[in-house]
């Protein structure tokens, strides 16, 4: 299973990015797709997670600020960010957990996608 993730860059303050991670590979079916980051010295952190039923959960530092959501296929996780901040900036990781084609569950990590927010 692969991910790939774009969508990050350089963001003044108060501004907005769209972050997209798109799996493909041998998928039977995906259940949980997230988004994580580590900014330099800390440890990795969850920012956003949906199921697959749509359920959304948020980190208390970007609730209000930044929206998840995936595609109908299923296969696509995006991350709206809003309302910028310069503590925002980080190494953004989505994480997507599903069952294999050979009915084996997987978990992959994307290859992350620098944001950085200036003051």
């Known amino acids: 299973v692969q991910l790939q993730a774009s969508g990050g860059g350089l963001v003044q303050a108060g501004g907005s990015l769209r972050l997209s991670c798109a799996a493909s590979?041998?998928?039977?079916?995906?259940?949980?797709m997230a988004w994580y980051r580590q900014a330099p010295g800390m440890q990795r952190e969850r920012v956003a997670g949906?199921?697959?039923?749509?359920?959304?959960s948020y980190a208390d530092s970007v609730e209000g600020r930044f929206t998840i959501s995936r595609d109908n296929a299923k296969t696509t996780v995006y991350l709206q960010m809003n309302s910028l901040k310069p503590e925002d900036t980080a190494v953004y990781y989505c994480n997507v957990n599903g069952i294999g084609i050979n009915w084996r569950p997987f978990r992959s990590w994307g290859q992350g996608t620098l944001v950085t927010v200036s003051s």
């Open positions: 949906i199921t697959s039923g749509g359920s959304t």
């Open positions: 590979g041998s998928i039977r079916s995906i259940s949980d």
